[in-house]
């Protein structure tokens, strides 16, 4: 992957698949109810129709959620990856809220009594209970995800979703002696090949990635870079990564005052090829404070890497736009060319609120003079207000030729979205990355 265009087919290939393998239930549970009979057989096939794709979804949801390094590279990195489980996550919840809505509407023509006996049969029949227990313990852990319930804690929501396998199973219960939506024995092969890959995909997250994708690392330094914001050196076994992607650590320092025993993502700062691993973090939780005063000497676990921000080996014309702690792809981007050698065509705009802030300003401006090609544009908030297409325009006159990469946060992000499209540059060469994994 070693070009631009060849990570748009590896991610267009990948999206393929998973759109064909979205598309491909309903379809089918549709094909096999078709026409049907009777005055309520509309209402029959779409209930049919929502339990199969819903199911289907949610599997295949489970199926994204593992975390195997590399295994998000194809589809554009581990944050894109998961925004299409997101998306799949939620169109199973709502398409499995409709199927009993749409299976009882079946019936309506009978009267309250058969729609009631749709929704609570009799205590023996039991696959239709089944079912309202997935749907109840889908309802626990999707909640929090939704906005309206306000931002839940990191820890709390990792935990809850672990309740998707136990709905998971729920729904293949429901749905195994309910095969009337598609045909047998393509209904068995079907949900015992979703079931299969969904199970070891929770098998790896819940338990063996802690065993086999888990490193072991030293913290050797705490480096202060400002107010709040440290880089960590941790030394262990090497570890192969591109500039821009990032790892979750686990520290395990007992004098920590929150994290302890916690995996969380950060961004590495370090060159690929360096020797020791390097980790910058900023106060932006309880978890992330603590380790601005975790204990040189400490153990460290480290998984990953994930991601795909930067072009692993690109050096098409790019605009690099970093602000605050979202500057450290760049960094490492930056190590990484100076580290390499040779020529590149990319303009880095180092966006903070003022100096004291801009912790590696002084670092990337000394490499900027032995990297042919790399030019460093500074701007603070507190002097220059926010940036202006005036400000892009000056210092990137050839903007609308550029790859335009915007790291920080989600303010910084819109607002450059807005500048590059009013200069010209298409959606295809912008490409935005804020630290959001909940």
Known sequence: MSSI?????????????????????????LWSAWPGSGSNAAWRIAGQVSGVAGLSWLLLALVLSVRVPGWDMPFGGL?????????????????????????????????????????????????????????????????????????????????????????AALGLLHAWPLTAALPTPAAFWWWAGLGALATAAMGWRIALSRWLGRRAYVITEVTPLAPRVVELTLAGPPLEHHPGQFVYLTPFDSLLDAGRGEEHPYTLSSAPGEPHLRIAIKDLGDASRALLDVT?????????????????????????????????????????????????????????????????????????????????????????????????????????????????????????????????????????????LL
């Open 296 to 436: 040189p000497g400490s153990r460290a676990a480290v998984e990953g890497p994930y991601g795909r921000f930067l072009p692993t080996a690109s050096r098409d014309p790019a605009l690099w736009i970093g602000g605050g702690i979202g500057m450290t792809p760049f960094v490492s981007a930056a190590r990484a060319l100076d580290a390499a050698g040779g020529a590149v065509d990319t303009h880095l705009i180092y966006c903070a609120n003022d100096p004291s802030r801009a912790y590696f300003l002084a670092e990337l401006e000394a490499i900027v003079r032995r990297v042919d090609g790399l030019v460093l544009h500074a701007h603070f908030f507190a002097e220059e207000g926010p940036l202006t297409a005036a400000f892009l325009a000056h210092r990137v006159p050839d903007l609308d030729q550029r790859r335009v990469l915007v790291c920080g946060p989600q303010p910084l992000i819109d607002l450059s979205r807005a500048l590059a499209r009013d200069a010209g540059v298409p959606t295809s060469r912008f490409l935005s990355e804020e630290f959001d």
């Open 79 to 167: 944050l894109r990856l998961w925004r299409i489980h997101h998306w799949l996550g939620a169109a199973s919840f709502v398409a499995l809220l409709l199927h009993p809505l749409l299976a009882s509407l079946a019936r309506a023509a009978d009267g309250p009594a058969a729609v009631l006996a749709t929704l609570t049969p009799p205590p023996g029949y039991w696959p239709v209970w089944v079912g309202w227990a997935a749907l109840l313990v889908m309802m626990a852990f999707m909640a929090p995800t939704f906005s309206f319930f306000g931002r839940p804690e990191y820890q709390r929501w990792k935990w809850l979703h672990r309740l998707s396998g136990l709905a």
């Open 5 to 29: 265009s060849e990570d748009r087919v590896l991610s267009a290939s990948a999206i393929t698949v998973v759109a064909l393998v979205v598309l491909v239930p309903p379809a089918w549970a």
